[in-house]
């Protein structure tokens, strides 16, 4: 661990991709300490279930010794997906199939909710690793440091900066002048707390499960959580502007209603169930993301992770396990002694990343497509099932 050697380490942001990354890094003995700008770790992680892929974050899990912990706190069969059309008729459905994947297995996508895996990165770390309550504001180069100065008007020094702040990331315009594009994809995230009382039918479709809604250029998304709440978010195809053109007041459940009656005409009314008892405020999220071809010369002391470095629209479920990704090959890069110095190191990981980008953001994008066409729904079902899968037409 030469390189690293009386080295300390800033990482920016305690979400799955910094808070790996601190593990991996402690792991090797690396001084590291996380900032971020939540008040403390009770703050609900919100946000729909993630699964983990067997060649990226589960992968990193293994290497941080944690697969272990992951195995007490997955949710099985919380990955068994529903795909439906616009009155919740059921195309396609993992819930009948009798054996499933398991661990060891390349196609087992383990689900797991954002609190959890929170939680399970925090405990494996040590004391004192997360500051909470430092929303970063900005860095200056002081020297061969970096000083870090955050909203409370608190300071910091560090080494080395890893910007793993996610997509509004502040050191992002350190790194790359590079900004995202629009992906014509946006969505409207919220959440129904107790779903068996607020949301009977939808939850019963659900089955503890996910489902993917199509019709028309139009998805309907949901997860089951395991506090026995809803996550759910359609996407449509519009301007980027649209949350602040609509009028709408995204805290006001009749507004949002009324948008989703005229905005998805001819929907089954099962799904108004879920928007009428949304126990959060809507959340208007156009999608962004980084342009596959991204490339840059490497620093000597800051990158990036997660979606501060490969920001992407999530319909091809890859952000969590790229951002866990990362924080293995960036912590082998940083840990590898044959590497002459701290700036080939992370241009050595920073390649990698770029690479698997290039590809993982294509499939995404495509995936994005593909599901917000006019026939989305055909098209998904054959690319589960193959050229067979006409159930729609
Ligand atoms: C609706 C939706 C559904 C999704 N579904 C999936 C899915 O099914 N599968 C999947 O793989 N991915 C999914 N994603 C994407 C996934 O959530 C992200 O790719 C992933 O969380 C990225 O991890 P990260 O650690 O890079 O960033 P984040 O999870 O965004 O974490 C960043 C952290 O930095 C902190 N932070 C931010 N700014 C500052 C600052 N200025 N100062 C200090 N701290 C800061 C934040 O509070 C946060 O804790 C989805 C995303 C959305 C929006």
Redesign the pocket.
Known sequence: MKLLKDKEIAI???????LTLARLLQQKGAAVIV????FNREVRAQ?????LHYES?LLALEKAGLMEAFKQVYRPDADRLRVVDQYGKIFLDDHEEESKADFGDEYFRPEID?GPLRNLLLDSLQPDTVIWD????SIEAEGEKWKIFFQNGHTATADIVIG???????IRSVVTPIKPFYSGVT?L?ANVADAAKNSPNVNSLLKGGKIMGLNNSKTLSMSAKGDGSIDF?AGWRVEDSWAKDSGIDFGDHQQVMDWFRKEYAGWGDIWLELFKNAGTTFNP?PQYCMPLDQNWEAHANITL????AH??P?YA???????MLDALQLSESLTDDSQPNLKTAIGHYEQQMFERFAKIGQETLDNTELMHSPDGLRKLLQMFEGPAGTAAE
Do not use: F
């Open positions: 920016i942001g305690a979400g799955p991709g910094g900032y971020e700008r939540d946000g729909a279930t993630l699964d974050g954002r430092r929303h970063i504001r793993a702040d996610g997509a509004n990331s502040k969505i995230e978010y999220r992770i997660g979606d501060a920001l992407m999530p479920g890859e952000g969590v396990n790229m951002a």
